[in-house]
């Protein structure tokens, strides 16, 4: 599924503190936590606004090129993941299977799909996949 959102997308562009190393810089660029195929997910869950080439640590390029580190650990998905969850006040536990569950949602789904993929969900997981999708004119 693609939930696109230009306006959420500029507010993690420019100027402002890297979500990642806190760097105050002057550029800033979105990164997707989960971006897979053709699956596009502009949500606040799934972005984090990160040093832009060449400002600061150079998060962006790192995040991508696998060579960004803390505190001499590589960064992984899962770290993103809490990042995400701090700034948002909102459990990983939910942000992690709501996100992967839109991403597999096909577009146009079907009531037996919608189903099937939320079937491990909790209710209130269930009600935040509802509530993405039926943002009007954005999830297609
Ligand atoms: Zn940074
Ligand atoms: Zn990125």
Redesign the pocket.
């Known amino acids: 599924m693609r939930i696109e959102d230009e306006a959420l997308f500029d507010l993690f562009r420019g100027p402002g503190a890297?979500d990642?190393?806190g760097?105050v810089v002057r550029r800033r660029e979105p990164h997707h936590i989960i971006h897979r195929g053709r699956a596009r997910l502009d949500l606040r869950w799934n972005i984090l606004g990160?040093?832009a080439f060449p400002e600061?640590?150079n998060?962006h390029y790192r995040i991508h090129a696998a060579t960004m580190t803390i505190e001499g650990q590589r960064l992984t998905r899962e770290d993103l993941f809490v990042l995400v969850s701090l700034r948002e006040g909102v459990a990983i536990d939910d942000i992690e299977p709501v996100l992967w569950c839109l991403a597999r949602l096909p577009r146009g789904c079907r009531p037996w799909e919608f189903d099937r993929e939320t079937a491990g969900l909790t209710p209130v997981q269930r009600e935040w996949v509802v509530r993405f999708m039926e943002r009007p004119g954005r999830a297609r």
Do not use: K, M, R, S
């Open positions: 890297c990642v190393c760097a990160v040093c600061g640590n998060c």
